[in-house]
T-cell receptor, first 120, second 114 residues
Framework: DTGVSQNPRHKITKRGQNVTFRCDPI?????LYWYRQTLGQGPEFLTY????????KSRLLSDRFSAERPKGSFSTLEIQRTEQGDSAMYLC??????????????????FGQGTRLTVV | AQSVSQHNHHVILSEAASLELGCNYS??????LFWYVQYPGQHLQLLLK??????LVKGIKGFEAEFIKSKFSFNLRKPSVQWSDTAEYFC????????????FGKGTKLSVKP
């Protein structure tokens, strides 16, 4: 499978514990995004990397959340001191650079299956 | 703040009925527009996208969408739905065109009765 891969698929943790999720993007995709989706809502943007640089962070990304992409390939999202409100599906997506300017085409994001976090 | 509105939370249709799902966004500048579909138990998949050019775009599985700039809309259509189209449909906008994140609507759940 050469799509976006996320691990684990499910995580149940006790409130106050730390959790870490991993995302492996499609190879050669230099953009990587993290989203959060709760029941009845669309995905909400958390953060975005271009190669190893974290270019944008949402206000949703509190200081308990940290994301890294150290070598510009896989990425990790860590949540410290989890709260029940953190329960959600965490989605990762990747894309090629937007070549619109040069080739008049654009890059869409490809999503992984997500990691479902339940905080009890 | 930039936002995407999907007017219908849940749509129920019989097979062969025509489908139109509404999507409106609030952003005055250049946008890229997308429709994603999420089948039960599966990940989000791209149905179609609009970047520039012909405002009527065709996607996979017989879906199409029309970008009407004056109405800030990007409605999704299909002339004849099938039971296999049962899924959740998300409209998404990327403001500014070339950089950054997607803003999603809340989604519309489509149930097609056989």
């Amino acid at each position: 499978d050469t799509g976006v891969s996320q691990n684990p698929r499910h995580k149940i943790t006790k409130r106050g514990q730390n959790v870490t999720f991993r995302c492996d993007p499609i190879s050669e995709h230099n953009r990587l995004y993290w989203y959060r989706q709760t029941l009845g809502q669309g995905p909400e943007f958390l953060t975005y990397f271009q190669n190893e640089a974290q270019l944008e962070k949402s206000r949703l990304l509190s200081d308990r959340f940290s994301a890294e992409r150290p070598k510009g390939s896989f990425s990790t999202l860590e949540i410290q001191r989890t709260e029940q409100g953190d329960s959600a599906m965490y989605l990762c997506a990747s894309s090629l650079p937007d070549l619109r300017v040069r080739y008049r085409v654009g890059a869409e994001a490809f999503f992984g299956q997500g990691t479902r976090l339940t905080v009890v | 703040a930039q936002s995407v509105s999907q007017h219908n939370h849940h749509v129920i249709l019989s097979e062969a009925a025509s489908l139109e799902l509404g999507c409106n966004y609030s952003y005055g500048g250049t946008v890229n527009l997308f429709w994603y579909v999420q089948y039960p138990g599966q990940h989000l998949q791209l149905l179609l996208k609009y970047f520039s050019g012909d405002p009527l775009v065709k996607g996979i599985k017989g879906f199409e969408a029309e970008f009407i700039k004056s109405k800030f809309s990007f409605n999704l259509r299909k002339p004849s739905v099938q039971w296999s189209d049962t899924a959740e449909y998300f409209c998404a906008v990327r403001p500014g065109g070339s950089q950054g994140n997607l803003i999603f609507g809340k989604g519309t759940k489509l149930s097609v009765k056989p």
